[in-house]
């Protein structure tokens, strides 16, 4: 795909998302109980319910996130040029994010707001046995509007990756739409992640909507893209997709990845993994396929470095690599 690119590309990927600080903490299954949290499920909370939960978790581990937001860092460990929008407040988690977010070799110029929500963030909770249970306050992360869409950074980034999570408050859905305008207009890619069965369910019309007539890299679970199309099969759910978009990236977990682009369909296996924390997974398979396909990689290529990329993250806490991605990807694939 780079071969192809006009010589004015800035960046090899922009990822429009909530822009939270994860806060990512070991509990016992006493913590889960003791505060009514649905194990291994993902609860929207109000701001007072979130200072509270805060309050009692143990010591943690604080740094930029949200999906698109570790997607985007994925793609600068690779060695990808990367840029970010999304929306915090002038606080203290606020400057975490963006220093963080810099600091991991991103590009993100977003103004904080002033007034309003304070910053969103994530507060995740990983028992013993990976699995993580997760209360995100959104925050000022919603409050993104299509004035904080740089044309310039769009037009001159390869792809634009949405993050389906951010597709609720009327504000976002048209910054999203004008993202998507912008990126089509320059003659870029559009990618979107569907982020979870719950953004699935809640948005089901329109995100059909969006893969047909806006997205050209659809990226999801098996979960999450048969519920999209309403469907208890999930090679019914791939035909489905299939001549819907140009590209659609299907992780399987253990069973791993099945991509559809035209008439191919590569099958891929997963990497081996010793499994610590599934956190971020998801995410950071997208940075590795969004990479792999904007360094002119062909499709089966980009699903191993994508897998190879997902495994890293889940074998330790935190949805950060903990090494360099780029270092990682050579010593496996020799690329």
Not at 279 to 297: E, K, N, Q, R, V
């Amino acid at each position: 795909m780079s071969d192809g690119a006009a010589n004015d590309v800035r960046f090899d990927v922009v990822a429009l998302g909530n822009a939270l600080v994860d806060v990512i903490a070991q509990v016992d299954e006493g913590f889960i109980e003791s505060q009514g949290l649905e194990r291994g499920a993902m609860t929207l909370i109000d701001a007072e319910r979130a200072a509270a939960l805060y309050d009692a978790m143990p010591p943690a581990l604080e740094m930029s996130g949200g999906s698109a937001g570790n997607t985007i860092v994925g793609v600068a460990s690779l060695g990808g040029r990367a840029a970010y929008i999304g929306k915090v407040r002038d606080d203290e988690l606020g400057r975490v994010f963006r220093h963080d977010i810099r600091a991991a070799g991103v590009a993100y110029d977003v103004p904080p707001s002033l007034s309003g929500s304070p910053t969103g963030r994530c507060l995740i909770a990983v028992t013993a046995d990976a699995q993580r249970t997760m209360s995100t306050y959104l925050g000022a992360a919603v409050e993104l509007t299509p004035d904080d869409v740089d044309e310039a950074i769009v037009a001159g980034s390869q792809i634009t990756y949405l993050e389906g999570y951010l597709w609720d408050p009327p504000d976002a859905k048209a910054a999203f739409l004008e993202a998507a305008r912008i990126a089509h207009d320059a003659g870029r890619k559009v990618a979107l992640t569907l982020s979870d069965a719950f953004c699935v369910e809640r948005h089901r019309a329109e995100f059909v909507d969006l893969v047909d007539g806006h997205v050209d890299i659809l990226f999801g679970n098996e979960i999450e893209i048969m519920s999209l199309y309403q469907l208890t099969d999930f090679d019914a759910a791939l035909q489905r997709v299939r001549g819907r978009c140009e590209i659609a990236a299907l992780t399987r977990s253990e069973k791993g990845a099945v991509i559809v682009a035209g008439d191919e369909v590569h099958v891929v296996d997963a990497e081996p993994a010793h499994v610590i924390d599934t956190t971020g997974a998801g995410d950071i398979y997208a940075s590795g396929f969004l990479f792999g396909l904007t360094h002119g990689h062909d499709i089966a290529t980009c699903a191993r470095i994508a897998s190879i990329t997902a495994v890293e993250v889940i074998s330790h806490y935190g949805a950060r690599p903990e090494t360099s991605l780029a270092d990682l990807v050579k010593s496996k694939l020799k690329i």
